[in-house]
């Protein structure tokens, strides 16, 4: 006679958060051969919100210049600590939220959540020139799913909802001393791409996957 069946769901590997993961380090890696050529190769990946409004506004930047680079800036990495940071965070949360969301979704959800974080940089600093580079707008996009599914592992909500509100507190103060365009960290990306992962998660989740609610009462989730 077969054993009974678990009530605990099957949780398969993390295949496509170990794929990012591996190839941001390629990114960087490359990134360490350009030597002196670094800076124009950042020039070129990361996102300049100044392009993009260039195309929208005035049509006189190139559709791949402004566009592509809503993708191509996650994997580009400043310095090792910004890079292992970002690696870090993404190894923690994206695991689990892998295994709820499965392979295609979770990568939905990442894409979507760094071009998202992007887009919402750039509405607040629609004429910088200055390259917006890693994977931090789609991370936090990781971690707003990862709170959104397991509310009860108390010690990682807690310093997810810390984290989110020191981003949300420099935003302001970037913004009131005029500092959004010049401050070397997009912190309105990262307040965008958690509240972007807030939705999608609920566009994302399969059937019978229940979320924290975002107002009143209470559901079910896979920690309780």
């Not at 994206?94 to 071009?115: Q, S, T, W």
């Not at 913004?175 to 010049?182: E, F, G, K, P, Y």
């Not at 401050?183 to 307040?191: E, K, L, N």
Request: with cysteine.
């Amino acid at each position: 006679m077969s054993p009974p069946e678990s009530s605990t769901p099957h949780f398969p590997s993390p295949l496509v958060n170990y794929c990012l993961i591996g190839l941001i380090f390629l990114v960087y890696a490359w990134e360490l051969s350009l030597g002196p050529n670094l800076p124009k190769a950042t020039e070129i990946l990361g996102f300049v919100p100044g392009r993009l409004t260039g195309l929208l506004f005035h049509a006189h930047t190139a559709f791949s210049q402004a566009l592509l680079p809503l993708f191509s800036s996650m994997f580009v990495h400043g310095n090792s600590i910004h890079l292992m940071t970002n690696v870090l965070f993404l190894f923690i949360f994206g695991d689990k939220v892998e295994a709820i969301l499965g392979h295609g979704r979770y990568l939905i959800l990442f894409l979507l959540g760094g071009v998202g974080a992007n887009l919402i940089y750039c509405s607040f600093a629609p004429s910088s020139t200055i390259p917006l580079i890693g994977a931090s707008g789609a991370i936090a996009g990781v971690m707003a799913a990862y709170f959104s599914l397991f509310p009860r592992q108390r010690f990682t909500t807690l310093f997810i909802i810390v984290w989110v509100v020191l981003q949300f507190l420099y935003g302001i103060h970037a913004a009131m001393n005029h500092l959004v365009r010049t401050s070397g960290i997009a912190w309105w990306a990262h307040v965008g791409g958690f509240l972007l992962g807030l939705v999608l998660t609920r566009f994302l989740a399969p059937t019978g996957v229940r979320l924290i609610p975002l107002w009143g009462g209470r559901e079910k989730s896979w920690d309780d």
